[in-house]
């Protein structure tokens, strides 16, 4: 990867879920440690930064998650690791009075003496800022900065990036809201599959974005899974009205017997916040749920499983598996108590319990009783999913099925997922894998800012229109 940055350049970097950006910015602040290349600041070459280098250069990054001390004030919250002294005490009164000149220089105001936990999101961001800046960073990387704020917080941000960037910092802006990186960008950066693939220049605002979204998307056909076709039958499961927080918009939609319905949208869009709140993983503040056209309650994922819905997490070693069990033990330990009526039963009495659902997932071992650590990724996620066809589930939620398992194991996971819409099961399935969601959806529903944006049936399926929706993105926009 190829990427240059001016002094008091707004270069902004675009791309989907996993291109690549997050990853280059953990390299140039000294997390990872590259591959190959060379790094060039000031003229001189390094290798590789270290965190303690990538500061001592002028790099400081504001990342997208809260790094601030909840039951600190806001001057604390800035200075904390770099505290000015005076007589061996902590200067308050000269750290207050800079926090204060960095917040009318920028022209923003905090309640500096106020813990950060009683700030709204927009203000601990603006914090994070002041924090960076409190450093005198001569590039400065900004994460998502404005994902969680209203339009209104949102322009603020954009009005001080610009600020930031006249005193002649350089910003690596990067952000899923192609309206906002348009409006403020110098250039513009498009990412795909850890590549640069185009470079706009943005100076007279110009872009088209639906020519940089294009870029985003472009794949070659053979990436693509060809599933079998199938028949989609009535309406298996319905939610109205779902509200994840108490200020969401309600969201509600189907899914039918056989059909695989798709939930797209960046990372942060509320995908998988919506499966907890249907799974009863996360408190839901509004709606209902139906199955084959009756209400059913929710209140606990102990209440999903008895209404034969299975949630195949998107963290399969952190919630979907007992790593230190053996694979049996993994396979039976949600469906156990409906199988077994007896109170003493040794663990090796399972095994031809869980015979036909290893063979019928191809699952390679050396034993059933072989620790489920010891198996492949892509073993392991067919573990996550046995473990739910041993319940009898009708209803299967997927949250990132393929995501860190090789390509052999994902095109054997597809033809296990059609072959349970083909048996009339039904599949709800979150991906950002733009190849997998447009192959194996019936329909897709992109979400954006935790509410449906769009529906797509079928033949409106494809990664321009799925990202489009999913950034807002209109087909002939050219301004704006």
């Known amino acids: 990867m190829t990427l240059d940055l001016y002094e008091g350049e707004i270069h902004c970097l675009v791309g989907e879920n996993g291109a690549g950006k997050s990853t280059l910015m953990k390299v140039l602040s000294g997390a990872y440690k590259p591959d190959s290349g060379t790094m060039i600041v000031d003229n001189k070459k390094y290798s590789r930064m270290t965190a303690a280098l990538s500061r001592e250069l002028g790099i400081n990054i504001i990342y997208q998650e809260n ?6 004030n806001v001057v604390e919250n800035i200075f904390v690791g770099q505290e000015m002294a005076k007589g061996g005490f902590s200067d308050f009164k000269s750290q207050f009075s800079i926090a ?18 009683k700030l709204s999101v927009a203000q601990q961001q603006f914090v994070k800022i002041i924090k960076a800046l409190s450093t005198k960073p001569s590039v400065l990387i900004m994460d998502e900065p404005t994902s969680m704020f209203n339009t209104q917080d949102a322009d603020l941000v954009l009005k001080m990036v610009k600020r930031i960037a006249k005193s002649g910092v350089s910003i690596i802006y990067i952000s899923h809201f192609l309206k906002e990186v ?40 053979s990436m693509f899974y060809e599933k079998d076709v199938h028949t989609i039958g009535e309406k298996a499961f319905e939610v109205k009205g779902l509200k994840i927080s108490p200020d969401a918009p309600e969201a509600s939609f189907f899914v039918r017997k056989g059909e695989i319905l798709g939930i797209a949208g960046m990372v942060g869009s509320g995908r998988t916040e919506i499966a907890n709140a249907i799974t009863g993983a996360s408190r839901k503040y509004g709606g209902k749920i139906y199955y084959n056209g009756e209400k059913i309650v929710i209140r606990n994922p102990a209440d999903s499983i008895k209404n034969k819905i299975a949630y195949i997490t998107e963290d399969r070693q952190r919630l979907g598996l007992n790593l230190n069990a053996s694979i049996v033990d993994n396979l039976t330990m949600v469906g156990l108590q409906t199988r077994i009526k007896k109170f003493f039963v040794t663990v ?18 050396r034993s059933p009783m072989q620790d489920v ?25 997927f949250d990132e099925p393929t ?45 954006r800012q935790n509410r449906i944006e769009k529906i797509l049936e079928k033949d409106e399926i494809s990664e321009n229109s799925i990202i489009r929706y999913a950034l807002e993105v209109k087909t002939d926009e050219k301004a704006g």
Do not use: H
Not at 100 to 117: A, F, R
Not at 198 to 220: A, C
Not at 375 to 397: A, H, M, P, R, Y
């Open 403 to 447: 995501r860190g398992i090789d390509v052999n194991a994902k095109s054997e996971f597809y033809k296990i997922m059609t072959n349970l819409v083909k048996e009339g099961k039904s599949i709800i399935m979150i991906s950002s894998d733009m190849p997998e969601m447009v192959s194996m959806s019936d329909r897709v529903i992109v979400i």
């Open 373 to 397: 650590k010891s198996l492949s990724g892509g073993n392991q996620q067919k573990v996550v999913l046995g473990k739910w066809l041993f319940t009898d589930s009708e209803i299967f939620i």
């Open 348 to 365: 090796r009495k399972f095994i031809p319990l869980v015979k036909d659902i290893i063979d019928g997932l191809s699952i390679r071992m």
């Open 100 to 117: 204060k000149e960095l917040c009318d220089s920028l022209g923003i105001e905090l309640p500096l003496n106020t813990t950060i936990y």
């Open 67 to 72: 790094i601030l001390v909840p039951w600190m």
């Open 182 to 221: 348009k409006q403020i960008a110098d250039r513009i950066t498009v990412i795909r599959d850890g590549k640069p693939i185009r470079t706009y220049d943005n100076t007279g605002k110009d872009v088209v974005l639906d020519k940089v979204v294009s870029d985003m998307v472009g794949r070659e056909a």
